[in-house]
């Protein structure tokens, strides 16, 4: 097991962290094409504000925001392991949501915690296929990721 990754232990995990901060670094800028080019294809989530699974289109239109948006986000990358061609990683992410220029609003704060599993595609890329998150509720205190 791998704590706040700064240095992953292998090229594989290297990998898996990389695809995360990818999220990350696409969500700072809000380029929604970047963005959704980490899910695989038939990736299935689990919102936590949605009864049912969302599929990857389904994403795309709950994170069609970022076209207004940007996040400015820290992660705490809490476990990663990799067992061949998938992965699961423990993320948290943690900041705030802000209007692009031009767009009226008040930044907000989001935090997110994700069970994530990730698959090595055919071409050799990482991919999230699966995610389940839940947003803390503030009654537990500030959730505040390292990194």
């Known amino acids: 097991m791998s704590n706040d990754l700064d240095e992953p232990e292998d090229d594989d ?21 970047a963005f959704m080019a ?17 599929n990857k289109e389904d994403v795309r239109e709950y994170f069609s925001f970022l076209t ?20 699961f990683a423990r993320v948290t992410f943690d900041g705030y949501l802000n209007p692009k220029p ?12 994700h069970f994530m599993v990730l698959k090595r595609e055919q071409d050799g890329m990482w991919k999230l296929a699966r995610d389940m ?15």
């Open 13 to 33: 995990a290297a990998a898996v962290s990389a695809l995360i901060d990818s999220f990350r670094d696409a969500g700072r800028v809000g380029d929604l094409d």
């Open 38 to 54: 980490n899910f695989a294809d038939d990736a299935v989530l689990m919102l936590s504000d949605r009864l049912g699974d969302a």
């Open 133 to 147: 998150w839940i947003r803390p509720s503030e009654q537990y205190g500030p959730v505040i990721a390292r990194g």
């Open 102 to 113: 031009g767009i009226e609003g008040e930044p907000s704060r989001v935090v997110s915690r």
């Open 68 to 87: 207004d948006h940007a996040f400015d986000q820290k992660i705490s990358k809490d476990e990663i392991q990799v067992c061949g061609d998938w992965a």
